[in-house]
T-cell receptor, first 113, second 110 residues
Framework: GAVVSQHPSWVICKSGTSVKIECRSL??????MFWYRQFPKQSLMLMAT?????????EQGVEKDKFLINHASLTLSTLTVTSAHPEDSSFYIC?????????FGPGTRLLVL | EDQVTQSPEALRLQEGESSSLNCSYT??????LFWYRQDPGKGPEFLFT???AGEEKEKERLKATLTKKESFLHITAPKPEDSATYLC???????????FGKGTHLIIQP
């Protein structure tokens, strides 16, 4: 199957700081990538759709100024959590869908103290 | 709004004891129903995509089926390594992202 990598795999930061998460597709050029969030014992929730060369589209209730997405190339999308707070602590996962399938990265665990 | 409901929330089986997991869905214009396996602290691992009622797919001890309202993931003679959370998701006509259920936490005891 397709390979997606994320970096870092986990991060701990202080409240008020910003955190950048990278997502790379290693064997496919992705014009569209997706960012999901998963709270403990909850389902994955789509946050935003990242489009190469254009602005991301955000799901209802997701603050675009807080979760900055940059899809600078066909193999790299980044999610920056700005001024992170404890309630932003979650498991962030990126995904892309070559040929009507959707593959997920290994996820990034964010803990905001 | 697309919705996915999975049952049961948790299931404990003995090794070799076959069972089925349920995924009920409502979606406007189904463009795929997906099954994933998720291990603790990891991203979902793709298992199957089903597109139309009556379709079936198999992989080792797993078999997925689809009707117009629900999908089943059948597990035949499971082994302890099949223990994981199994997630169901749909892609509707409105967008390319997926709507997930909460998953079924499956434990296979030796």
């Amino acid at each position: 199957g397709a390979v997606v990598s994320q970096h870092p795999s986990w991060v701990i930061c202080k409240s008020g700081t910003s955190v950048k998460i990278e997502c790379r597709s290693l064997d496919f050029q992705a014009t569209t990538m997706f960012w999901y969030r998963q709270f403990p014992k909850q389902s994955l929730m789509l946050m935003a759709t990242s489009n190469e060369g254009s602005k991301a589209t955000y799901e209802q209730g997701v603050e675009k100024d807080k979760f900055l997405i940059n899809h600078a190339s066909l193999t790299l999308s980044t999610l920056t959590v700005t001024s992170a707070h404890p309630e932003d602590s979650s498991f962030y996962i990126c995904s892309y869908n070559p040929v009507e399938t959707q593959y997920f990265g290994p996820g990034t665990r964010l803990l905001v103290l | 709004e697309d919705q996915v409901t999975q049952s049961p929330e948790a299931l404990r089986l003995q090794e070799g004891e076959s069972s089925s997991l349920n995924c009920s869905y409502t979606v406007s214009g189904l463009r795929g129903l997906f099954w994933y396996r998720q291990d603790p602290g990891k991203g979902p691992e793709f298992l199957f995509t089903l597109y139309s009622a009556g379709e079936e797919k198999e992989k080792e001890r797993l078999k997925a089926t689809l009707t117009k309202k629900e999908s089943f993931l059948h597990i035949t003679a499971p082994k302890p390594e099949d223990s994981a959370t199994y997630l169901c998701a749909v892609r509707g006509g409105g967008a390319d992202g997926l709507t997930f259920g909460k998953g079924t936490h499956l434990i296979i005891q030796p």
